[in-house]
């Protein structure tokens, strides 16, 4: 284990509703053994309203969030990342900075909230089940026993959390 908590980077291309929500869920339930970053490979560079106004109803930090590029994370200076988790299909596809160290990555899709049309009330239940999602993944990554695990049975992990019963990514 690092002598710090364990950084994790969420990211997705507009880095303004899935990742900011894992960032804030991970720095919220990640009892200081874990520091969320989030970042965007096309940062729409402004935070969805719907998820700081979801992220405040439940008490959950929303200081210093913000839409940022990912290339904030591939400069020196930057934090040490232990893992890169992809929460969008498109940003995983997309070429990645080279990561300074070597983190573990995985991929856990989650609907882009931000998609979802009709009425707010209809846009706020998106925002929720995204939230949900996030939320059930993070508590079990947070749960894993990262110390004895090997950098491949780890990975393997956490790309299992990014699939359903089925074996089908959710």
Request: proline share 7%; charged share 25%; net charge positive.
């Amino acid at each position: 284990m690092p002598d710090r908590p364990y950084h994790v980077l969420f990211l997705c291309t507009g880095n303004s509703a899935r990742s900011i929500l894992a960032e804030s869920l991970l720095n919220d339930r990640g009892a200081g053994r874990f520091r969320g970053f989030s970042a965007g490979s096309f940062p729409r560079g402004a935070v969805n309203a719907h998820a700081l106004d979801l992220l405040r109803r439940l008490n959950l930090p929303t200081e210093g969030l913000r839409s940022k590029s990912w290339d904030e994370f591939a400069v020196a200076g930057s934090p040490p990342l232990d893992f890169v988790i992809t929460v969008c299909d498109r940003a995983a596809g997309e070429v990645c900075p080279v990561w300074p160290g070597r983190p573990v990555t995985a991929h856990w899709d989650v609907p882009d909230p931000a998609a979802a049309g009709g009425s707010d009330i209809e846009k706020a239940a998106a925002f929720r089940k995204a939230l949900q999602a996030l939320e059930s993944r993070i508590q079990l990554f947070v749960s894993l026993p990262i110390a004895s695990l090997d950098e491949r049975t780890l990975k393997r992990r956490l790309d299992a959390l990014g699939r359903d019963r089925s074996g089908r990514e959710t």
